[in-house]
Nanobody
Framework: QVQLVESGGGLVQPGGSLRLSCAAS????????MGWYRQAPGKQRELVAA???????SYAASVKDRFTISGDNAKNTVYLQMSYLKPEDTAVYYC?????????WGQGTQVTVSS
């Protein structure tokens, strides 16, 4: 039973930055992929960024060059550095873990970009 806990959300003005963290409660079985998804009210949940245990990354076109996903295997933690934030980035952001056995979701953290 792995628990994922997101943190780092909040209110920020357009153009600002936030760093989200997702901490897993225990070491994660490999191979695996962790990702950040987001969901705005009335919208489908969408993949924002993903990273494999080997370090390969991918990004949604809407956030490429603004967001950076990274991981720290020793800490069982994945991060999402968000810069040049736009109002369109406002959503609940969820951490996701997938491997051969499970598909886990965190509880979500709210990100609001507004002036």
């Amino acid at each position: 039973q792995v628990q994922l806990v997101e943190s780092g959300g909040g209110l920020v003005q357009p153009g600002g930055s936030l760093r989200l963290s997702c901490a897993a409660s225990s070491r994660i079985i490999r191979p695996n992929i962790m990702g950040w998804y987001r969901q705005a009210p009335g919208k489908q949940r969408e993949l924002v960024a993903a990273i494999t245990n080997g370090g390969s990354t991918s990004y949604a076109a809407s956030v490429k060059d603004r967001f950076t996903i990274s991981g720290d295997n020793a800490k069982n933690t994945v991060y999402l550095q968000m810069s040049y934030l736009k109002p369109e980035d406002t959503a609940v952001y969820y951490c996701n873990l997938q491997n051969k056995y499970v598909n886990y979701w965190g509880q979500g953290t709210q990100v609001t970009v507004s002036s």
